[in-house]
């Protein structure tokens, strides 16, 4: 099974910028759906923004739509999450997750359940 190593958290302003890799240990496939979590202390798990390996079709949670960008680098085997204009409310710890053969469709911030690998994860936090 595929492990995911995150990485890139830490403290920053509001209003400044972040980016957090997410390196995995294997090569992904073209139904490989990947995706970034966050969560909150005394809040559920938060399913930010997923790229689906074949077309790189990405989608986000409204709430970080037009500042967060999911991508990744094949060669690397690993994906990102640039984060803009952070505010505090994305204070959170941020996981990478993947699920494996998925049909495009189903890769989206709206099933939160078909992920069934995760990293460790990586702090950030966003000071006022």
């Known amino acids: 099974q595929v492990q995911l190593v995150e990485s890139g958290g830490g403290s920053v302003q509001a209003g400044g910028s972040l980016r957090l890799s997410c390196a995995a240990s294997?090569?992904?496939?073209?139904?490989?759906?990947l995706a970034w979590f966050r969560q909150a202390p005394g809040k559920e798990r938060e399913a930010v923004a997923t790229?689906?390996?074949?077309?790189?079709?990405?989608v986000y949670a409204d709430s970080v739509k037009g500042r967060f960008t999911i991508s990744r680098d094949n060669a690397k085997n690993t994906l990102y999450l640039q984060m803009n204009r952070l505010q505090s409310e994305d204070t959170a710890m941020y996981y990478c997750?993947?699920?494996?053969?998925?049909?495009?469709?189903?890769?989206?911030?709206?099933?939160?359940?078909?992920?069934?690998?995760w990293g460790q994860g990586t702090q950030v936090s966003v000071s006022s």
């Open positions: 790229l689906y390996v074949g077309n790189n079709n990405a």
């Open positions: 294997e090569y992904t496939y073209d139904s490989d759906c």
């Open positions: 997750a993947a699920a494996t053969g998925l049909h495009s469709l189903l890769c989206s911030v709206r099933f939160p359940d078909t992920f069934t690998t």
